[in-house]
């Protein structure tokens, strides 16, 4: 496209690889970087690079954290004898929204889906099972993956993997409607979940 | 907000100052970047700052530009005896897409609005007198704002300052629909907008 000079249409090719985000949103976008202060369009990029610089995995949970240990793991006044399994840090971040749930968590980073080529060696459950070994404690494992069919085989999954060790397997209750993200569900109907979590 | 590390706080609050992008769309959008290749971020970080480092107006036209003049400034194919007012560098993108106009640009980079504490002087209308001063070549000035309130009374009062000079001043025709932006009007229509400008 010619309409725009180079560093424009970069710069609208860069936002347009966001999720969501088509020709005419990263058009918008791009448009009111330029016409933006240079101070908030730095700390965009700032943002951006620091996050990415600094974020990496939690050495326990393999949440999201700029340190060794994300703030859930190191907090010692959380119930360190409950893990909940979560698909993403986002669906971290809807439970934590619900301010019920004091255990700690282990995110996935992924759900069981052979549509899209992804099998359970993908997800995080190595890191799982070596932290249940270390970790005798642990007397329960809550499944909160989302209720889509990915997610309800990847519980399956998860719980007949962690039958041998006998450890306590839950899955968090089919109040949410079927299909739903669990990150978009609103708090009353997520710990009305929590609550009625039943034995797989 | 707790449930979120600082650091990524602070990418979903500079995110959410982009227009059109609420609480929820920031959060899928700084995940994206934290899943995403370091590149791919990198790369988005780059074209923020390199555009808003190199970018600046058209000595010109007013227009973004990474040179002195821009593209169609700088295009000695171009009928210099025409300027086409615009709003903003979208809007010239706009008609740039048509390929039917081969004159110049003006960009005012806004319009006047009373109610947005917006005046004349807030326009780059003094560039736009002192260009035609400088090129008595221009024989016709089209008014390319948007049909809407503020795009109106804006064409109208350039029109009136620019009644002493004697050069033809044009209004691009009402085939658009009123209130719509020329951002988003089908190319057809901004053709024959144009074809029908009449004298102001």
Redesign the interface.
């Known amino acids: 496209m010619?309409?725009?000079?180079?560093?424009?249409a970069?710069?609208i090719?860069?936002?347009g690889?966001?999720?969501?985000?088509g020709r005419?949103?990263a058009?918008?976008?791009?448009?009111?970087?330029?016409d933006a202060p240079?101070e908030?369009?730095?700390?965009?990029?700032?943002?951006?690079?620091?996050?990415?610089k600094?974020?990496h995995l939690c050495a326990e949970c393999c949440n999201?954290?700029?340190n060794d240990l994300?703030?859930v793991c190191s907090n010692p006044k959380r119930d360190h004898t409950t893990i909940c399994v979560v698909e993403?840090?986002?669906d971290?971040?809807a439970m934590?929204?619900i301010h019920e749930y004091k255990g700690l968590y282990h995110v996935l980073h992924g759900v069981i889906s052979p549509m899209q080529n992804q099998g359970p060696e993908t997800l995080k459950l190595r890191e799982l099972l070596s932290r249940l070994q270390n970790h005798p404690e642990v007397s329960e494992v809550i499944l909160a993956t989302n209720s889509s069919v990915e997610g309800e085989a990847t519980a399956l999954y998860v719980a007949r993997l962690l039958k041998p060790s006998g450890i306590r397997c839950t899955r968090i209750a089919h109040g949410l409607p079927m299909g739903a993200d669990i990150e978009?569900a609103d708090e009353v109907t997520l710990a009305r979940a929590l609550t009625g979590r039943t034995d797989l």
Chains 1, 2 share one sequence.
């Not at 010619?2 to 424009?8: F, W």
């Not at 690889?17 to 985000?21: C, D, E, Q, T």
């Not at 058009?27 to 330029?34: S, T």
């Open positions: 010619s309409e725009y000079s180079p560093l424009i970069n710069l090719q860069a936002l690889k966001l999720p969501g985000i005419k949103t058009q918008r976008l791009a448009f009111h970087i330029l240079v908030e369009a730095e700390a965009l990029a700032q943002a951006v690079l620091q996050a990415k600094s974020i999201f954290t700029e994300c703030e993403s840090p986002r971290l971040a934590e929204r978009y």
